[in-house]
């Protein structure tokens, strides 16, 4: 059995982390996506990185955690990244709870729930689900204003043109 490592971070290091999170979601904003960013990370060190990008790359897959999962895997040189934690502005949907479980991220840290499509706690609960073979351990609210805010600004502009 694979024993995986699940990280104990301090809270200046959830809060830093999730600004450089924040930081992949001010990147989607610059074009024009919906502001949710990623970014995980392995021995305090992050490894992947990621952001909506659907618009930009004409991909309705391209949501902040496939991205960074990508990058991840191509650094890791590996589909599995044990002993990860996967850090992201706002709570995954179900595709993107699928492929964190896919992945074998043992750790996910996001900042504000997704009321209408979220898939770690609001609408469905697929990274705890005890039906799975994959569980995460789910931590929420790490800068969860900051991380709310850009969304309900964005949403309010797009309501505004």
Known sequence: MIRLEIMNYTQEEKEFF?????????????????PIGCVIVKD????????NAREELQRAV???EI???ENANRCEESWR??????FV??????????????????????GAK??????AGSLYDILT????????????????EDCAGIMQEFFRNRRKQ
């Not at 999730?18 to 919906?34: V, W």
């Not at 990244?81 to 996967?86: E, G, K």
């Not at 997704?114 to 898939?119: L, P, R, T, Y």
Request: charged share 20%; net charge neutral.
């Open 114 to 119: 997704n009321q209408k499509f979220g898939a």
């Open 129 to 144: 689900d005890q039906r799975l073979n994959h569980r995460v351990l789910v931590e929420t609210g790490i800068l969860e």
């Open 89 to 110: 502005t706002i709570e995954p949907c179900v595709m993107c709870s699928g492929a964190i479980g896919l992945a074998r991220i043992p750790q996910v840290v996001y």
């Open 18 to 34: 999730m600004r450089e999170a924040l930081r992949e979601a001010k990147i989607a904003l610059s074009h024009e996506e919906i």
């Open 44 to 51: 305090g060190k992050i490894i992947g990185r990621g952001h």
């Open 67 to 69: 991205m960074a999962i």
């Open 81 to 86: 990244l044990l002993d990860c934690t996967l």
């Open 62 to 64: 391209m949501h902040a």
